[in-house]
């Protein structure tokens, strides 16, 4: 069964910086792109960041490039999403999925259970 | 605020079919990139309900359509019933933001 667990949410102060992970199981984790997306309380979706099966290549959303940075571990089915320089509007739930099709044409086919991340004082 | 627009809410009564919209423009859906759909039940994450346009992932039910026309989709839902109750968002690519965009939302209301 494919599945994609996220960890590291919590309290973040403004200007802080938190580091998300996301573990994959259940398939070949490197030979697939990942992204992130971001749902604010009450608001919709957003997507965040997409990196490629190789790591070499990643995207931004134009609200956190130079802010967020995407990595990923393939000898651990890891992938990681490092943010610095947090803003309240950063304050969401961050989900893990598994981009189908073309990057940035297809759909999200699969998401995890998502992680909370409250940037505050 | 979100580059394709769909009605805040839907309700209808159970085995009804009510139909959600998600409008765009000519960068989005009018340049005929692919339109999919998410159901959100509440508390949960949002899992994938119809791709490029009128397709279902595995284990969709049919009473799930999609749709479109011009700068439109839709999504239909027949035979509605009580665990139909979620949101429901689009999603395409946009030429000018070379993104992906999502509907700004749509709940789904039994009655």
């Known amino acids: 069964e494919v599945q994609l667990l996220e960890s590291g949410g919590g309290l973040a102060q403004p200007g802080g910086s938190a580091r998300l992970s996301c573990v994959a199981s259940g398939f070949t984790f490197s030979s697939y792109a990942m992204s992130w997306a971001r749902q604010a309380p009450g608001k919709g979706l957003e997507w965040v960041s997409t990196i490629s099966g190789g790591g070499e290549s990643t995207y931004y959303a134009d609200s956190v490039r130079g802010r967020f940075t995407l990595s990923r571990d393939n000898s651990r089915d890891t992938l990681y999403l490092q943010m610095s320089g947090l803003r309240a509007d950063d304050t969401a739930t961050y989900f893990c999925?598994?981009?189908?099709?073309?990057?940035?044409?297809?759909?999200?086919?699969?998401w995890g259970q998502g992680t909370v991340v409250t940037v505050s004082t | 605020q979100s580059v394709l627009t769909q009605p805040p809410s839907v309700s209808g009564a159970p085995g009804q079919r009510v139909t959600i919209s998600c409008t765009g423009s000519s960068s989005n859906i009018g340049a005929g990139y692919d339109v999919h759909w998410y159901q959100q039940l509440p508390g949960t994450a949002p899992k994938l309900l119809i791709y490029?346009?009128?397709n279902r992932p595995s284990g969709v039910p049919d009473r799930f359509s999609g749709s479109r026309s011009g700068t439109s989709a839709s999504l239909a839902i027949a035979g509605l019933q009580a665990d139909d109750e979620a949101d429901y968002y689009c999603q395409s690519h946009d030429s000018t933001l070379r993104s992906y965009v999502f509907g700004s939302g749509t709940k789904v209301t039994v009655l």
């Open positions: 490029n346009d009128n």
């Open positions: 999925t598994i981009p189908g099709g073309q990057l940035f044409f297809g759909p999200f086919n699969l």
